[in-house]
């Protein structure tokens, strides 16, 4: 099986009965680790056998600094007009135009890795061990971009302003407080927010503690709501 795929978008991640991060943690058997994600910032539906790569394209998905992300492979057609790309490594694309290449994979191996790609991209080792130690950013990275795929048909631009309208004047709110403004779908609120979060115009704290009503929303820039 090919540790990636895309097919056409639309779908939503299953996350079980507990948590998906810990599904993510505890999955075992490498024939029963597929994952299937829809990605916001592809707009593709991404098939992904592991979940060390599973967890490290959420990771990319919801960090604002980066740009996109791609398989450095050339992609080659199958029968089923999928595209296929035989390589777990991430090329990463930030928004400052720098570029880094995550090999992912269970645990570091024996085998040096080199430092560098051909063309002077670094190469960063990413493991289970970094997905452990940022479980929590896992969850709530997951949740916020399911918010953002459920809305992807809707418009989402009301809600976009009026959160901007409501934190023009102040420098700090509330996850719930943004999501419960009045007139508003609770739902189209959510996707506006992950939107804004990823725009870097505001910041959603996704490390302190599991998502709740509470968890600290910060402007991050001075613009107008216009």
Same mark, same amino acid.
């Given at each position: 099986?090919?540790?990636?795929?895309?097919?056409?978008?639309?779908?939503?991640? *299953?996350?079980?009965?507990?948590? @998906?991060?810990?599904?993510?943690?505890?999955?075992?058997?490498?024939?029963?680790?597929?994952?299937?994600?829809?990605?916001?910032?592809?707009?593709?539906?991404?098939?992904?056998?592991?979940?060390?790569?599973?967890?490290?394209? +959420?990771?990319?998905?919801?960090?604002?600094?980066?740009?996109?992300?791609?398989?450095?492979?050339?992609?080659?057609?199958?029968?089923?007009?999928?595209?296929?790309?035989?390589?777990?490594?991430?090329?990463?694309?930030?928004?400052?135009?720098?570029?880094?290449?995550?090999?992912?994979?269970? @645990?570091?191996?024996?085998?040096?890795?080199?430092? *560098?790609?051909?063309?002077?991209?670094?190469?960063?080792?990413?493991?289970?061990?970094?997905?452990?130690?940022?479980?929590?950013?896992?969850?709530?990275?997951?949740?916020?971009?399911?918010?953002?795929?459920?809305?992807?048909?809707?418009?989402?631009?009301?809600?976009?302003?009026?959160?901007?309208?409501?934190?023009?004047?102040?420098?700090?709110?509330?996850?719930?407080?943004?999501?419960?403004?009045?007139?508003?779908?609770?739902?189209?609120?959510?996707?506006?927010?992950?939107?804004?979060?990823?725009?870097?115009?505001?910041?959603?704290?996704?490390?302190?503690?599991?998502?709740?009503?509470?968890?600290? +929303? +910060?402007?991050?820039?001075?613009?107008?709501?216009?």
């Amino acid at each position: 099986m090919k540790p990636f795929q895309t097919q056409t978008p639309g779908a939503t991640l *299953h996350a079980g009965r507990n948590n @998906a991060g810990g599904r993510a943690r505890q999955t075992k058997g490498r024939r029963a680790n597929l994952w299937f994600f829809h990605s916001n910032k592809l707009n593709k539906l991404l098939s992904l056998h592991g979940d060390v790569l599973f967890s490290h394209v +959420v990771f990319a998905e919801i960090d604002p600094n980066i740009l996109t992300y791609h398989w450095p492979e050339e992609e080659t057609s199958s029968s089923e007009g999928h595209a296929n790309r035989t390589s777990t490594d991430l090329r990463v694309l930030f928004v400052d135009g720098t570029q880094e290449i995550w090999h992912c994979c269970r @645990a570091a191996g024996k085998a040096r890795l080199p430092s *560098h790609d051909e063309d002077g991209t670094p190469i960063l080792l990413k493991t289970a061990t970094d997905v452990e130690a940022r479980a929590v950013r896992l969850d709530n990275a997951l949740l916020l971009c399911g918010a953002l795929t459920a809305a992807r048909r809707y418009d989402i631009m009301p809600a976009h302003q009026a959160i901007r309208q409501r934190m023009l004047f102040r420098e700090r709110s509330t996850f719930g407080e943004l999501t419960s403004l009045p007139g508003i779908d609770p739902a189209l609120l959510q996707a506006a927010l992950v939107r804004l979060h990823l725009e870097r115009d505001i910041a959603i704290d996704l490390d302190s503690h599991p998502l709740t009503r509470n968890t600290v +929303v +910060v402007r991050l820039t001075s613009r107008s709501a216009s």
